[in-house]
């Protein structure tokens, strides 16, 4: 079992960056495919970006495709998202998964069978 941390989340005005951190315990994270979702409250948790165990693969919604990047360091076991130009419609609850299948993290109707979650960390935007 992997067990995540996220950091990093914040309330920001619109154009602002911010970097969200996952750190994982364990020994597997370098295995592991590591997924960015972000859920509002009443809708459906879903998949902003992803990121194979080597970083040579990459997956992101379209809404944040252009803004924001995913990236890891297996040496720290820690991935990251770097948000660019916030937008208001950023705003939600933003959660770090960790699977060892990628694309189980790109599919929305297995998104129960994901192995590992953190507890989520809330960015809000302000117009």
């Known amino acids: 079992q992997v067990d995540l941390m996220e950091s990093g989340g914040g309330m920001v005005q619109a154009g602002d960056s911010l970097r969200l951190s996952c750190a994982a315990s364990g020994r597997a994270f370098s295995t592991k495919a590591i997924g960015w979702f972000r859920q509002v409250s009443g809708k459906e948790r879903e998949v902003v970006a992803a990121?194979?165990?080597?970083?040579?693969?990459?997956h992101y919604e379209d809404s944040v495709k252009g803004r924001f990047t995913i990236s890891r360091d297996n040496a720290k076991n820690t991935a990251y998202l770097q948000m660019n130009s916030l937008k208001p419609e950023d705003t939600a609850r933003y959660y770090c998964?960790?699977?060892?299948?990628?694309?189980?993290?790109?599919?929305?109707?297995?998104?129960?069978?994901?192995?590992?979650w953190g507890q989520g960390t809330l960015v809000t935007v302000s117009s």
């Open positions: 990121i194979n165990w080597n970083g040579a693969t990459t």
């Open positions: 998964a960790a699977d060892y299948d990628y694309s189980r993290l790109l599919a929305h109707e297995r998104i129960t069978y994901i192995e590992a």
